[in-house]
């Protein structure tokens, strides 16, 4: 009874709550913030995404190619940042989806299964599986990810970018030659080493003003892409042949093999997936529980990440409609023959990122610009990539910058990453940590000091022990169950109470994201009105300050879901 009675209720809450604010959504983007941070999402959702079609490419047979890539990214971008509850979290082609399709694509297609149908069916059946969760406010139960599902979760990506750079470096030297294998490293490292440095003095160093430091950080990875990509032309480099980036007719999907057994599609961008045995298409369903697990996962912890506590966000939070929307996605994916977009990491909350606005002086975040133009238009301008004009650019690419690129954002995930800092503080100097200037100067580090040595050494370990068992399954034919193994170390977490002393556990561990952001996650839940009143009353001391404006958009949202839950 209770099932029925709220059945949908979270869907419409979030729709009810996001549409009172959808114009605001617009206006508010006239601000100085939003071109800056459009070209800058552009570049860190475009380049990954082109260095994972490279890599499907060539794990699929050329099933997967440049075209299928961008074309599943700028849809997504398009559809979540016009229709989306949240239009922050940014959503395209991912690490974990390339595992997986490349995953069963070498499981399929050596028992004779056509891939491209077959695809469309675990699709298919997966958006059903979205419906089902979504209209079951089954979402709700995002809010028993923490901070620990985050920090590893983000800490194996970053390793598996790492990974990826390496594994295009090993193949020129197979592929082409070993001169072409040692230039390759040669033009990797040099990129990696401007384009972390660019970073690093964009946002670490205190050299001339700060918006001449916010041009490195946001540009430089993408000026690191055109100077390399030239620099192989330089002299008597060009006389060594690079491997690039493979290219295929503008708006066409990627075609090598007409037989549909090969990775081929005759059929164009509309997959005949009624061409498959009875058989093929229940066989599907098991995948495509492990995709919707997948994206349960990993699209939630994206939108909780770019929605974190240290962002000060005034418009709600919507959960249960985006998923809702991403299963309409993943099965518009499957039609079409292109990669099922998701939430991306670290592309999501670097968008927050872009977006927010420092106070001069101190450094702290004031605000965060929430629109709908920098997804949507990013997304516009992917799909616009797939001109002729532009794919011969793309076309110019080496491959080694696409491992450089790896490598920079490997490198620097890694660098900000809790599981990082917390390997830091263990090996620093007791002198240095236990400081009074350097504890209370550094806040990084002041959250480390405060839990006993003892438990702090334990939750590393767990660290260690959930990225370890992530990233070695994804190294085996098992990697299709990768999703699994991320659930379980969601729900392993959840028990940390039985391990560890309540007071130790709030200072190593705690909730994703701020108390507002998680009343969207207890729809039907008897606790959802007290979660909202205790957030409105801290709410009320915090926004003393703020522009009316600003106060009238917390107080709609507010009111949406408090009407909400009290029906």
Avoid at 430 to 444: A, G, W
């Amino acid at each position: 009874m209770l099932f029925i009675r709220y059945f949908g209720k979270g869907i419409t809450q979030d729709i009810h709550a996001r549409l009172k604010v959808y114009v605001l959504d617009w206006t508010d983007a006239w601000d100085y913030r939003v071109i800056p941070s459009t070209v800058y999402v552009f570049f860190t959702n475009l380049l990954p995404a082109i260095a994972f079609a490279q890599d499907m490419f060539d794990k699929t047979h050329n099933s997967y190619g440049v075209n299928e890539v961008l074309l599943s990214s700028g849809m997504a971008g398009v559809v979540f940042g016009l229709l989306s509850g949240q239009p922050l979290c940014v959503v395209g082609v991912t690490g974990p989806i390339s595992i997986f399709n490349y995953t069963v694509y070498e499981l399929i297609t050596p028992r004779g299964t056509p891939f491209f149908p077959f695809m469309a069916w675990v699709c298919l059946w997966s958006m059903v599986m979205h419906f089902a969760i979504a209209f079951a406010n089954g979402v709700n139960y995002t809010r028993y990810i923490s901070k620990f599902s985050c920090e590893v979760f983000g800490f194996f990506i970053n390793f598996v970018y790492i990974q990826k750079g390496i594994q295009i470096l090993t193949k020129q030297f197979t592929d082409i030659s070993y001169e072409s294998g040692y230039l390759s490293i040669v033009i990797a490292l040099l990129m990696t080493l401007f384009g972390v440095a660019a970073a690093a003095f964009g946002n670490q160093s205190h050299y001339f003003k700060p918006v001449v430091r916010k041009i490195f950080a946001d540009y430089g990875t993408p000026l690191c892409v055109v100077f390399y990509t030239g620099f192989a032309h330089f002299g008597n480099i060009s006389r060594t042949e690079l491997a690039r980036l493979p290219i295929t007719l503008a708006f066409h999907p990627t075609v090598k093999y007409l037989n549909a057994l090969d990775g081929g599609r005759p059929d164009g961008w509309f997959i005949h997936f009624w061409k498959i045995s009875v058989g093929d298409v229940f066989l599907a369903i098991p995948f495509a529980i492990l995709l919707t697990l997948l994206f349960y996962y990993d699209h939630n912890i994206s939108s909780l990440i770019c929605q974190a506590s240290k962002y000060p966000l005034k418009k709600p939070a919507s959960f249960h409609w985006d998923f809702c929307l991403l299963g309409i996605t993943t099965g518009v994916a499957g039609i079409l023959g292109i990669p099922a977009p998701n939430g991306l990491i670290p592309q999501a909350p670097l968008h927050t990122d872009s977006l927010c606005v420092h106070d001069p002086k101190t450094g702290k975040i004031t605000r965060v610009v929430e629109q709908r133009f920098t997804n949507t238009v990013q997304g516009l301008m992917t799909i616009g990539m797939m001109t002729r004009p532009l794919l011969v650019v793309l076309g110019l690419i080496p491959q080694a910058v696409l491992s450089g690129l790896f490598f920079i954002m490997g490198l620097l995930g890694i660098n900000g990453n809790a599981v990082t800092n917390r390997l830091r503080f263990i090996c620093m100097d007791k002198e240095f940590t236990h400081s009074e200037f350097n504890v209370e100067r550094r806040e990084e580090f002041q959250q480390y000091a405060k839990p006993d040595k003892k438990w702090h050494y334990v939750y590393v370990t767990f660290l260690l022990i959930l990225f370890v068992a992530e990233f070695s399954i994804t190294n085996t034919k098992g990697a299709v169950g990768f999703p699994g193994v991320l659930i379980a170390g969601m729900l392993w977490a959840c028990y940390f109470h039985y391990i560890f002393p309540k007071d130790q556990l709030a200072l190593l561990d705690g909730p994703a994201a701020d108390k507002s952001t998680l009343a969207n996650l207890h729809v039907g839940s008897s606790d959802s009105t007290m979660v909202n009143t205790l957030d409105n009353s801290e709410d009320e001391e915090a926004e003393i300050g703020e522009t009316k404006r600003v106060r009238k958009v917390r107080r709609v949202a507010h009111n949406g879901d408090k009407g909400s839950t009290e029906e």
